[in-house]
């Protein structure tokens, strides 16, 4: 089975900034696609940022863009999330995500086969 271990959340002021960590591991770990997601009280799950392993390629939901940065790291087998200027709105649980073999560039959270715990982030006003 395949394991998500999230790290570097918490509370910051708006216009801060936060770095989010998932390290991945497993006996067979076959991820293409990895990416974040969020969730507020009583509200659906959003998606935030997703990552191409082979290649590298990116992608953002729109709010984010500009602001946010995914990145990986191939020898640690980890994937980050470069959160600068932070507002209000992005106060949520944050979870790390993986597809399986046949990935696709999605957004959609039930194309995402394996999830890490989620870690809180908090921004004050």
């Known amino acids: 089975q395949v394991q998500l271990v999230e790290s570097g959340g918490g509370l910051v002021q708006a216009g801060g900034s936060l770095r989010l960590s998932c390290a991945a591991s497993?006996?067979?770990?076959?991820?293409?696609?990895m990416g974040w997601f969020r969730q507020a009280p009583g509200k659906e799950r959003q998606f935030v940022a997703a990552?191409?392993?082979?290649?590298?390629?990116?992608w953002y939901a729109d709010s984010v863009k500009g602001r946010f940065t995914i990145s990986r790291d191939n020898a640690k087998n980890t994937v980050y999330l470069q959160m600068d200027s932070l507002e209000p709105e992005d106060t949520a649980v944050y979870y790390c995500?993986?597809?399986?073999?046949?990935?696709?560039?999605?957004?959609?959270?039930?194309?995402?086969?394996?999830w890490g715990q989620g870690t809180q982030v908090t921004v004050s006003s």
């Open positions: 497993g006996r067979t770990f076959i991820s293409y696609v």
């Open positions: 990552i191409r392993w082979s290649s590298g390629t990116t």
């Open positions: 995500a993986a597809q399986g073999p046949y990935s696709s560039s999605s957004t959609c959270a039930n194309d995402f086969r394996y």
